[in-house]
């Protein structure tokens, strides 16, 4: 399995901005999908996950309200749509990907991040 991130960048507080993520190599509506991210000297953190393209994502209480996950099985593609955005949502963002019937919560696909800049 291999993830591709794109669509970072640096951006005005209250900006928006999309990442998506291309998934190949195996058959992307059987993975839980995720964004994390890691800001400077900090550690890495879950922004959002979603399992059904139809189901409840969850999200991180920072960015509850403001980004919204989504995926599109057809495209084999992952989203994450992040609005009003703030300089405290500056970080390098990561895709991740776990098999639904794999007996870890552990991701262990990795994208190569995308960073994404706010300035006030």
């Known amino acids: 399995v291999q993830l591709q991130a794109s669509g970072g960048g640096s951006v005005q507080t209250g900006d928006s901005l999309r990442l998506s993520c291309v998934f190949s190599?195996?058959?992307?509506?059987?993975?839980?999908m995720a964004w994390f991210r890691q800001a400077p000297g900090k550690e890495r953190e879950i922004v959002a996950n979603?399992?059904?393209?139809?189901?409840?994502?969850y999200y991180a209480d920072s960015v509850k309200g403001r980004f919204t996950i989504s995926r599109d099985d057809a495209k084999n593609t992952l989203f994450l749509q992040m609005r009003s955005l703030k300089p405290e949502d500056t970080a390098v963002y990561y895709c991740?990907?776990?098999?639904?019937?794999?007996?870890?919560?552990?991701?262990?696909?990795w994208g190569q991040g995308t960073q994404v800049t706010v300035s006030s």
């Open positions: 991740a990907a776990r098999h639904r019937a794999a007996e870890t919560t552990e991701y262990g696909v």
């Open positions: 190599g195996r058959a992307f509506v059987n993975y839980v």
């Open positions: 979603i399992y059904w393209s139809r189901g409840n994502p």
